[in-house]
């Protein structure tokens, strides 16, 4: 099958630092990545895709320079949290698509970030 | 874009009991629907997907679900649940031949032994 891994699986950080969260596409070639963030008992909310090589599509109302997204390769994107401050404390999940539309995403174990 | 809607944010059973969680989504042309499961401490995993022909759709582990275009709905039934069915599911719909995967905001399943 197809394995989408991301670490860490949870991280705690100090109010205006920095954190990276990694999603890796294990045995496959992911070309277009996706970031999601979720909160307490509620839904996945879509916050940007990603495109190997190219510039990351944000969702409207995300900050684009408080989120940055790399997909420098075709089985790595990563997601840092500039200057991370408590209410950016979620649980944030990546997914990844084959290549074209196959309907079926894979989806990674999800980080959680405290920010204290 | 589109987007979906979950009316049970969280619904206790019995076990044996049948079970159907609703799902609505609103979206201006044809779509592709899916159900995804997410046990505790687990990721997400596709139950079973909606693309064409049979609006019946039967997945894995039991489940099925049927797509009602003129209702624009995609409920999710099982006739008979197990303690292991004990998850939350999500309801999600992408615009037909795109990725762009939008979520309900997912229903609880407590399923008692």
């Known amino acids: 099958g197809a394995v989408v891994s991301q670490h860490p699986s949870w991280v705690i950080c100090k109010s205006g630092t920095s954190v990276k969260i990694e999603c890796r596409s294990l045995d496959f070639q992911a070309t277009t990545m996706f970031w999601y963030r979720q909160f307490p008992k509620q839904s996945l909310m879509l916050m940007a895709t990603?495109?190997?090589?190219?510039?990351?599509?944000?969702e409207q109302g995300v900050e684009k320079d408080k989120f940055l997204i790399n997909h420098a390769s075709l089985t790595l994107s990563t997601l840092t949290v500039t200057s991370a401050h408590p209410e950016d404390s979620s649980f944030y999940i990546c997914?990844?698509?084959?290549?074209?539309?196959?309907?079926?995403?894979?989806f990674g174990e999800g980080s959680r970030l405290t920010v204290l | 874009a589109q987007s979906v809607s979950q009316h049970n944010h969280h619904v206790i059973l019995s076990e044996a009991a049948s079970l159907e969680l609703g799902c609505n989504y609103s979206?201006?042309?044809?779509?592709?629907l899916f159900w995804y499961v997410q046990y505790p401490g687990q990721h997400l995993q596709l139950l079973l997907k909606?693309?064409?022909?049979?609006?019946l759709v039967k997945g894995i582990k039991g489940f099925e679900a049927e797509f009602i275009k003129s209702k624009f709905s995609f409920n999710l039934r099982k006739p008979s649940v197990q303690w292991s069915d004990t998850a939350e599911y999500f309801c999600?719909?992408?615009?037909?031949?795109?990725?762009?995967?939008?979520f309900g905001a997912g229903t609880r399943l407590t399923v008692k032994p």
């Open positions: 979206y201006g042309g044809t779509v592709n």
């Open positions: 999600a719909v992408t615009p037909y031949n795109n990725n762009d995967m939008r």
């Open positions: 997914s990844a698509s084959r290549g074209g539309y196959t309907g079926e995403l894979f």
């Open positions: 909606y693309f064409s022909g049979d609006p």
């Open positions: 990603s495109n190997e090589g190219s510039k990351a599509t944000y």
